[in-house]
């Protein structure tokens, strides 16, 4: 009790040795400590606070960003001061390569293979000068006072174009001149084009040929045979080469 009010916290997960017989989170048969870390499986016990069931490193674990300190602290500033030395030389930054310069020469030196432009290279080692890689060397950008940084905002919409749709007329005027060229287009094509007629139609696709046919009387017509008086093929083929 604290300021006239109960204040309660979480506890720790609980675990198998806690667990009483008859109790809200007793379990049968195979019991795990991770039954008890799940706070769907979980039970509230009566009368007591909440269990967290998350388990928390030991009292050692330091939570955030670990910096060794190396420099000593306060004791080793005020011992002595680490200082820099200007003279030191391999801070130096070394110059790039002036591979321009150095093709050039060994073109002019009649080089052609690639052995012979790195032994080229080796012998003859030219650097850029510092003046040619500094970032100022051009000066700073000259902006104009009064310049903006960043994304230019998008102008507003008229709401009184919104009320009075504005925007629609806008579109419907330019329907009604687009569908009055393509009628103007169509026009044009129909006068430059001469008209078909039979004749030209007849010409491009002609009718196809009907065969002549003379009429016969119906009982003119050849009739096949009705009946066979012989008695069979050989005697017809018989009979027909002897009459021919």
Same mark, same amino acid.
């Given at each position: 009790?604290?300021?006239?009010?109960?204040? +309660?916290?979480?506890?720790?997960?609980?675990?198998?040795?806690?667990?009483?017989?008859? +109790?809200?989170?007793?379990?049968?048969?195979?019991?795990?400590? +991770?039954?008890?870390?799940?706070?769907?499986?979980?039970?509230?016990?009566?009368?007591?606070?909440?269990?967290?069931?998350?388990?928390?490193? /030991?009292?050692?674990?330091?939570?955030?960003?670990?910096?060794?300190?190396?420099?000593?602290?306060?004791?080793?500033?005020?011992? &002595?001061?680490?200082?820099?030395?200007?003279? @030191?030389?391999?801070?130096?930054?070394?110059?790039?390569?002036?591979?321009?310069?150095?093709? @050039?020469? !060994?073109?002019?030196? /009649?080089?052609?293979?690639?052995?012979?432009?790195?032994?080229?290279?080796?012998?003859?080692?030219? @650097?850029?000068?510092?003046?040619?890689?500094?970032?100022?060397?051009?000066?700073?950008?000259?902006?104009?006072?009064?310049?903006?940084?960043?994304?230019? !905002?998008?102008?507003?919409?008229?709401?009184?174009?919104?009320?009075? &749709?504005?925007?629609?007329?806008?579109?419907?005027?330019?329907?009604?001149?687009?569908?009055?060229?393509?009628?103007?287009?169509?026009?044009?094509?129909?006068?430059?084009?001469?008209?078909?007629?039979?004749?030209?139609?007849? @010409?491009?696709?002609?009718?196809?040929?009907?065969?002549?046919?003379?009429?016969?009387?119906?009982?003119?017509?050849?009739?096949?045979? &009705?009946?066979?008086?012989?008695?069979?093929?050989?005697?017809?083929?018989?009979? +027909?080469? !002897?009459?021919?």
């Amino acid at each position: 009790m604290a300021g006239g009010g109960a204040v +309660s916290s979480r506890r720790p997960p609980l675990s198998l040795a806690e667990v009483e017989p008859g +109790s809200e989170n007793e379990r049968l048969g195979l019991a795990r400590d +991770s039954m008890f870390r799940n706070p769907r499986i979980l039970k509230a016990e009566v009368g007591k606070p909440l269990r967290n069931c998350y388990t928390l490193p /030991g009292f050692d674990f330091a939570y955030g960003l670990y910096i060794p300190r190396t420099d000593g602290g306060v004791p080793e500033a005020i011992g &002595h001061w680490n200082t820099v030395d200007q003279n @030191r030389t391999d801070f130096i930054q070394k110059m790039p390569r002036d591979f321009i310069t150095m093709n @050039r020469g !060994a073109l002019k030196a /009649g080089y052609t293979t690639a052995r012979e432009y790195n032994l080229y290279y080796k012998n003859k080692d030219i @650097r850029r000068k510092e003046e040619e890689c500094t970032r100022l060397k051009k000066g700073p950008l000259k902006l104009p006072a009064d310049m903006t940084f960043g994304i230019p !905002a998008r102008p507003p919409t008229p709401i009184f174009d919104i009320l009075q &749709h504005r925007y629609k007329e806008l579109w419907m005027e330019q329907q009604r001149a687009l569908t009055v060229a393509q009628r103007v287009e169509t026009k044009k094509l129909q006068i430059d084009k001469p008209r078909e007629t039979r004749t030209t139609l007849l @010409r491009k696709n002609p009718q196809p040929t009907k065969e002549e046919s003379f009429w016969h009387l119906p009982h003119l017509e050849k009739v096949g045979p &009705h009946l066979s008086t012989l008695p069979g093929r050989d005697a017809r083929k018989k009979a +027909s080469s !002897a009459s021919h």
